[in-house]
């Protein structure tokens, strides 16, 4: 313990009270010893990393006005944290017009009118009586066709575009989020205390000066944890269990690496009590020589 003594003054210290190793360790205030242990581990998470998917709409007019786009030109990489709305949004710059195909950009299809079946004119035959005799003559009487303008074709409006003669393809892209590398504490503790976050942080600045038991493979934690640690309890095995399935699935996730061994920590949570009557806890992480200290002191 007293090799850590300056921890120990800084721990006691921020929560204002006056440090003494004897005022710890005399035994007449420790009322019950837990031996528990903590899991650690860090690992690397690629935040904000671009993601790989993309889109492409190819719309009518009408539908790109009610449209919002997003633009990111010049305007640099976007904090991800900061960021209200999807990954992957309509990018303003990839707007482009797009003939359409099926009228080659005209708007309408010619098709052979049906009333003057493609000619333009209304052929008929007019009745002529010649003479006193009124002798019944045909003569050919053609006019214009009154619903192609004589034109002999009919305009329809195309199906694809409905007439607007261009498609607009757009594409909708990730939003360019700054990449972001951190490392993350990762810590499992079979002793139930509110320093959890704090040891964590803790141990990820000074995760060398505090003695654990290394491990490079889970499954070799877990067959030495208990001879390592020399004592067991059910939470401890439980703590082992979710480590386990924490670490499995951060070397499974593609944004996050783990950067260190794992690191089996003995830990002592001691239940106190003053002369007074005031109670107090004191977790001790580490070994011997190694530790941080923690407590309400
Ligand atoms: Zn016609
Ligand atoms: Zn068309």
């Given at each position: 313990?007293r090799?850590?003594?300056?921890?120990?003054e800084?721990?006691?210290g921020?929560?204002g009270a006056?440090?003494?190793l004897d005022?710890?360790?005399a035994?007449?205030?420790?009322?019950?010893?837990q031996?528990?242990?903590a899991?650690?581990?860090?690992?690397k998470?690629?935040?904000?990393?671009?993601?790989?998917d993309k889109d492409?709409?190819?719309?009518?007019?009408?539908?790109?006005?009610r449209?919002?786009?997003?633009?990111?030109?010049?305007k640099?990489?976007?904090?991800?944290?900061?960021?209200?709305?999807?990954?992957?949004?309509?990018?303003?710059?990839?707007?482009?017009?797009?003939?359409?195909?099926?009228c080659?950009?005209?708007?309408?299809?010619e098709?052979?009118?049906?009333?003057?079946?493609?000619?333009?004119?209304i052929?008929?035959?007019?009745?002529?009586l010649?003479?006193e005799?009124?002798?019944?003559?045909e003569?050919?009487f053609?006019?214009s066709?009154?619903?192609?303008?004589?034109?002999?074709n009919?305009?329809?409006?195309c199906?694809?575009?409905?007439?607007?003669?261009n498609?607009?393809?757009?594409?909708?892209?990730?939003?360019?989020f700054?990449?972001?590398?951190?490392g993350?504490?990762?810590l499992?503790?079979?002793?139930?205390?509110?320093?959890?976050k704090?040891?964590e942080?803790?141990?990820?600045?000074?995760?060398?000066e505090?003695?654990?038991?290394?491990?490079s493979?889970f499954?070799?934690?877990?067959?030495?944890a208990e001879?390592?640690?020399?004592?067991?309890n059910?939470?401890i095995?439980?703590?082992?269990?979710?480590?386990?399935s924490?670490?499995?699935?951060y070397s499974?996730?593609?944004?996050?690496q783990?950067?260190t061994?794992i690191?089996?920590?003995?830990?002592?949570?001691?239940f106190?009590?003053?002369?007074?009557?005031?109670?107090?806890?004191?977790?001790?992480?580490?070994?011997?020589?190694k530790?941080?200290?923690?407590s309400?002191?």
């Amino acid at each position: 313990m007293r090799s850590d003594k300056k921890k120990m003054e800084k721990q006691f210290g921020t929560k204002g009270a006056i440090f003494s190793l004897d005022a710890i360790s005399a035994a007449e205030y420790v009322k019950d010893t837990q031996k528990e242990a903590a899991i650690y581990f860090a690992i690397k998470k690629t935040v904000g990393e671009v993601t790989k998917d993309k889109d492409e709409n190819t719309v009518l007019p009408p539908k790109v006005a009610r449209e919002t786009f997003y633009s990111f030109k010049g305007k640099g990489k976007i904090n991800k944290d900061d960021w209200k709305g999807a990954e992957i949004v309509p990018t303003y710059e990839t707007l482009q017009t797009t003939p359409c195909k099926n009228c080659n950009g005209k708007g309408y299809v010619e098709n052979k009118c049906r009333t003057c079946k493609g000619t333009g004119k209304i052929e008929e035959k007019l009745q002529v009586l010649t003479g006193e005799e009124q002798t019944k003559e045909e003569k050919p009487f053609s006019y214009s066709c009154g619903v192609c303008f004589g034109t002999g074709n009919n305009k329809e409006q195309c199906k694809d575009c409905g007439g607007y003669k261009n498609l607009y393809k757009y594409q909708i892209l990730p939003v360019p989020f700054k990449t972001v590398v951190t490392g993350i504490p990762v810590l499992h503790s079979s002793a139930q205390t509110k320093y959890e976050k704090e040891i964590e942080r803790d141990l990820h600045q000074m995760i060398e000066e505090v003695e654990g038991i290394k491990f490079s493979d889970f499954k070799d934690l877990e067959a030495k944890a208990e001879p390592s640690l020399g004592y067991w309890n059910k939470n401890i095995k439980k703590t082992i269990n979710s480590a386990g399935s924490d670490h499995k699935s951060y070397s499974k996730d593609k944004e996050a690496q783990i950067t260190t061994q794992i690191y089996l920590f003995p830990m002592i949570q001691m239940f106190c009590e003053t002369k007074k009557g005031t109670k107090f806890e004191i977790y001790s992480l580490g070994s011997q020589n190694k530790f941080m200290i923690y407590s309400n002191f």
